[in-house]
């Protein structure tokens, strides 16, 4: 995993947004700080500038828990077709992009353009999985998707398994658990590192934030889900060193630097 890490840029006199930006696409009412989490691990692993996309209805709500999160509104209480403009916006802006942490129901027809219109990586999480999976034509060579294993049903239903998902479509999957599972051209890898503290909520939208910052600093999809995991589970670790089983998710957000460096 030394290897990984050496390829995680360390720019000196830089300007901001040469190690990466990321854009948040997520949240819902009633999940409003899953896009939060995501957006904040980003910068904990290295991104200069997090953009957020949320619903106008917790805009406010959201903007008010970091300082270090520019967020913005697209129209309605739920992801359709009339917040793509502002998606497609953001996926201009930006280096890599999430989509999916916190949603609730959102417009499947307008995930499905969304991830086939935008050029640059896309990692698909929670919600967002079950409409990505709707249209087998989509082409998914840009994206990772890190489901957890209520969301890992999702995808066997509709293609049998994870690797059959993979090698049909070359998506790559980042699946986490009691042992986490990267899977890429159909080809499964295993990560050790982590704790059972990382059942609580929240620490698969860190993952996501993670491997969405990876990504903007130019690693590869395998590359960046592989050193994902490993970069959680490690700083999971840490947190429960600390905090024992009363470890919550930005506990181990605030450990991933020290587990970079």
Partial sequence: MERLLETIPRVSGASKGDTGRVGVI???????????????????TGTDVVRLLVSEEIHATV???????LTGRYPGTHFTEDALEDAFEL???????????????????????????????????????????????LAMENTVFTPDSAEEAWI???????????????????????TDVIVADGDRQTNETGTSALTVAGTGDTLTGIVASLLGQGL???????LGAWILGKSGELASTEYGTGVVATDVIERVPDTIR
């Fill in 63 to 69: 903007a008010s828990y970091s300082p270090n999160l």
């Fill in 156 to 178: 066997d239903g509709e293609y049998g398994s994870i690797e059959d998902f993979s090698t049909e479509t070359d998506a790559v999957v980042a699946l986490t658990g009691g």
């Fill in 26 to 44: 997520g949240g819902n009412v009633a999940y409003p700080g899953q896009p939060a989490l995501a957006g904040l691990a980003a910068l904990r």
């Fill in 220 to 226: 590869e999809r395998a590359e960046a889900a592989e």
């Fill in 91 to 137: 996926a201009e802006w930006a280096d890599a992009l999430v989509v999916g942490p916190g949603f609730v129901d959102p417009e499947p027809a307008a995930i499905r353009e969304l991830i086939a219109e935008t050029e640059i990586p896309v990692v698909v999480d929670a919600t967002a999985i079950g409409p990505a999976l709707g249209g087998r034509e």
